[in-house]
């Protein structure tokens, strides 16, 4: 597994350079290499295999060897420099200081095992000629830096100029390659099992998401953990946010062994994480962002202006992930709140579009005031459609996508949500599932919320629909992907 991990690393870490470079810097190839001390620690043979085994992973995964160039120093050993120095410019630009010769000549195992991979780099660079000059960056917060002009990242008032792709607008199209998981995943809630509840058809796990412009890369587990490594990244919001991380989980937890991984739920949040990567996938529940607190009366307060017993949990994460639209349109009768409480005033009704731009707000200044954009990335999932019309029968036995809309229509809580990020002075990125979700009635539970017998499946209408959740695998595993390449 060290073997395997580190590998996908070093892929990323070539990935992130300059596509004419791709050359990775000696201190970045070292610091990769001593976070796995047991690589290239057992018997000759073995770290013969392992690093036969890392190669061969590196390559399949970017289709020709990544390059390690160590840096130039002041002080150069002639004995190392004259037989490299005919590379120079070519693949290689090597300058070895007195320091890196002590280092090599010191013998211990691993930089034995850091020599040969050198000699062996260099080898094949030169049969294929490639060069290299690549500067190296010491920020360790660059990746927050990164720019991918396949990813659309619609921020609050901060858009840059460069082309980008339009993930919203585009098609489902239907691939027999999905999905990519079962649902036996032990990590789903059994509310959104829905093949294991008896649903009968599965067709609603293979649908794939169709960008017009550009295309969304398919999930990889290992390139996800290895750019979340030493990393938290929380989902913060309702049952559908968890929903999502469910999805997220079951698509990393499949490549970490069962004895590297754990899982621990403290009442409504909950983490799985991946212990050789040291990646924390958090949940943290919040549905409304803005606290909701028992007043007067033992009665229901939801207080539009205050926000930090639900923030404390969001300070030192790496990436956050919100959303918060449907409790705040919930009916009176499944209302979560009796007042609305804003500084010492109490009010009885408002219009749930204010409050909800109010608590919006609130939230958009605790973003602002208490996280550094250079420390944390924040990104805003836009509100999954619902398909409760007809008493919640809308969804029951719908077996494809809508092929089109009749009309097209932007839910109020988008456009409020719009408002609100474009005031903001920190850069969150709106991921907006709004409308590509909104063409899959077929991917709700509707009666296959709970497990059902044979009898039972006879008088579906007998039960409730849900049509709100979502089936696992389905679309949010669609979102995590659309997530991956924000990442």
Known sequence: MATVALAMIIVVLVADQDPAARCLPQVAFLDAVNSYPEFGSGSADDSKREIAAFFAHVTHETGHLCHIRPIRMSTVIPTFHRPFSTFTNSCFTLHYSKASTVLISMGTPKLQLFFLVCIFSLLLCFFRGDSSKFELNDDEDSWLNEEDDEVVAVQSGHQSPQRRCDFSSGKWVYDQSYPLYDSNCPYLSSAVTCQRNGRPDSDYEKWKWKPQSCSIPRFDALKFLAKMRKRRIMLVGDSIMRNQWESLVCLVQGVVPTARKTVTYNGPSMAFRALDFETSIEFSWAPLLVELKKGPENKRVLHLDLIEENARYWRGVDVLVFDSAHWWTHSDKYSSWDYFMEGHSFYKSMNPM??????????????????????????????????????????????????????????????????????????????????????????????????????????????????????????????????????
């Open 354 to 487: 204010l409050a909800y731009q109010k608590g919006l707000t609130t939230w958009a200044k605790w973003i602002d005031l208490n996280l550094d954009p250079r420390k944390t990335r924040v990104i805003f999932r836009s509100m999954s459609p619902r398909h409760n019309r007809e008493n919640g029968w809308k969804c029951y036995n719908q077996k494809q996508p809508l092929a089109a809309f009749s009309h097209q229509h932007v839910p109020e809580q988008v456009l409020v949500l719009q408002g609100v990020l474009r005031k903001m002075r920190f850069p969150v990125y709106l991921q907006d599932v709004t409308r590509m979700s909104a063409f899959r009635r077929d991917g709700h539970p509707s009666v296959y919320r709970r497990a059902m017998g044979q009898e039972e499946r006879q008088h579906p209408k007998d039960f409730s629909s849900d049509c709100s959740h979502w089936c696992l695998p389905g679309v949010p595993d669609i979102w995590n992907e659309m997530l991956s390449a924000l990442l």
